[in-house]
T-cell receptor, first 116, second 115 residues
Framework: EAGVVQSPRYKIIEKKQPVAFWCNPISGHNTLYWYLQNLGQGPELLIRYENEEAVDDSQLPKDRFSAERLKGVDSTLKIQPAELGDSAVYLC??????????????FGPGTRLTVL | AQTVTQSQPEMSVQEAETVTLSCTYDTSENNYYLFWYKQPPSRQMILVIRQEAYKQQNATENRFSVNFQKAAKSFSLKISDSQLGDTAMYFCAFSGGTSYGKLTFGQGTILTVHP
């Protein structure tokens, strides 16, 4: 079974440029998560999707970040414009429906973003 | 809001020895789950072990076991017979109550296993 796929693995951009990250979850997983992981820190949830619906985006900085999950499968996270402080690893994870209580989240390899 | 604290930024152990990583958490919930995740240098986060709060028996997975002290809100991970491949960042995480839909992570502990 294929795991969570993310691309690109690495991205280097100039500040004020836009950037997008793509995630393909494990087949059959209804729930998709985007986490932000700063260097040496634990991941922090940015947004959680249940199928196509963003059910928790309270931690997403909506002035510059946006996300979408078309058809309830793949998802894209966008930053526009990027700032120096956005340099981090962006992790995508997926799981079966969170309403089951215990929901093991499977993580992708992440996208390491460097903003110059 | 739930918080998870890992007070050991770095730990080291000799191959084949035993090491214990500490984690404390704070919550007012009665039903929740606790997890230990491993993140090797390649960055893919992998679930090591989980504990359901309503179960008194400590979870074990091969060389990995936990010491779950619900009253003390403590959740430590013991790694027996440490192997070089255990070298990684280890995160303690919480899921439960109003935050069932997300994981709240601690700051992580870097574990280095020396030959």
């Amino acid at each position: 079974e294929a795991g969570v796929v993310q691309s690109p693995r690495y991205k280097i951009i100039e500040k004020k440029q836009p950037v997008a990250f793509w995630c393909n979850p494990i087949s059959g997983h209804n729930t998709l998560y985007w986490y932000l992981q700063n260097l040496g820190q634990g991941p922090e949830l940015l947004i959680r999707y249940e199928n196509e619906e963003a059910v928790d985006d309270s931690q997403l900085p909506k002035d510059r970040f946006s996300a979408e999950r078309l058809k309830g499968v793949d998802s894209t996270l966008k930053i526009q414009p990027a700032e120096l402080g956005d340099s981090a690893v962006y992790l995508c994870a997926s799981s079966y429906s969170w309403t089951s209580g215990y929901n093991e989240q499977f993580f992708g390899p992440g996208t390491r973003l460097t903003v110059l | 809001a739930q918080t998870v604290t890992q007070s050991q930024p770095e730990m080291s152990v000799q191959e084949a020895e035993t090491v214990t990583l500490s984690c404390t958490y704070d919550t007012s919930e009665n039903n929740y789950y606790l997890f230990w995740y491993k993140q090797p240098p390649s960055r893919q986060m992998i679930l090591v072990i989980r504990q359901e709060a309503y179960k008194q028996q400590n979870a074990t997975e091969n060389r990995f076991s936990v010491n779950f002290q619900k009253a003390a809100k403590s959740f430590s991970l013991k790694i027996s017979d440490s192997q070089l491949g255990d070298t990684a960042m280890y995160f303690c995480a919480f899921s439960g109550g109003t935050s069932y839909g997300k994981l709240t992570f601690g700051q992580g502990t870097i574990l280095t296993v020396h030959p």
